[in-house]
């Protein structure tokens, strides 16, 4: 199944006998691994490997590193080869600046617009935010914050804001994941201000705490790719 543009699939699972081109199912499997954390930052991709766990020929990994280098998800290094990515500041910059203006609209339209139903099914996301929180399962805390904005975005019922997003959102992941150990608690403190704004209906209110949820989350991100910067000018 494709949803948002992604196969849906373990990114460490078999593909070969799915129905579309294998370049494009090896690029969303090895998107969704990537983003996911399945392989981090400084993990070297070899064809052979890539080939191995999604079970296809080496043909179509390699023209899928090729996109994946150009989207910036993926390093062609000297004597190395493929190198996963660390999200870079421009990337960072690039999505916060639309998070900054997209996050505020839809938290103000959810407050407009929410029923009853839908601050259950907020709530219900919160908490299980809490026990991975709890649990130190920073992976399944970065997918819940993704699905978290995406369900307000629905709520917004504004359905431009949610077709655009879709992709956003995936690249939030990948970024959330480098700061998840130190911003967790953070966030869904923030995340359940932004609950409460929906529910009070002050569209005002959810617009405001959205923008300062966004700014803390840049500044997070930010930091964390500046001090990653420095250890590996270090290192070097």
């Given amino acids: 199944m494709v949803r948002g543009g992604w196969v849906e699939t373990d ?23 990537i983003i996911s954390g399945d392989y981090p930052p400084g993990e070297r991709l070899t064809e052979d490997r890539l080939a191995e766990d999604f079970g296809v020929s080496r043909n179509p990994v390699r023209e899928a590193l090729r996109v994946a280098e150009a989207e910036g998800i993926v390093v062609i ?78 709520i917004s019922r504004n359905p431009w804001l949610a077709s655009i997003a879709k992709a956003l959102y995936l690249h939030v992941q990948w970024v959330f994941q480098m700061t998840a150990k130190v911003r967790a608690p953070h966030s869904w403190d923030e995340h359940i ?30 930091d964390t790719t500046a001090a990653n910067g420095a250890r590996e000018s270090t290192a070097g």
């Fill in 11 to 33: 990114p460490l699972g078999k593909i070969g006998t799915q129905h579309l081109p294998l370049r494009d199912q090896v690029l969303a499997a090895l998107r969704k691994g």
């Fill in 77 to 154: 290094l000297p004597r190395r080869g493929a190198v996963v990515a660390s999200p870079s500041s421009a990337t960072i910059d690039d999505i916060f600046a639309v998070r900054e203006r997209l996050e505020p609209l839809a938290a103000r339209l959810a407050a407009e617009r929410a029923t009853p139903a839908d601050v259950t099914t907020l709530r219900a996301m919160l908490e299980q935010a809490r026990l991975a929180t709890e649990h130190e399962d920073l992976r399944r805390v970065a997918e819940l914050n993704s699905a978290l904005h995406l369900q307000i975005l629905e």
């Fill in 193 to 222: 201000k932004l609950v409460d704004a929906i529910e009070s209906g002050d569209g005002e209110r959810a617009e405001m705490v959205a923008l300062a949820h966004v700014v803390a989350a840049s500044t997070a991100a930010r």
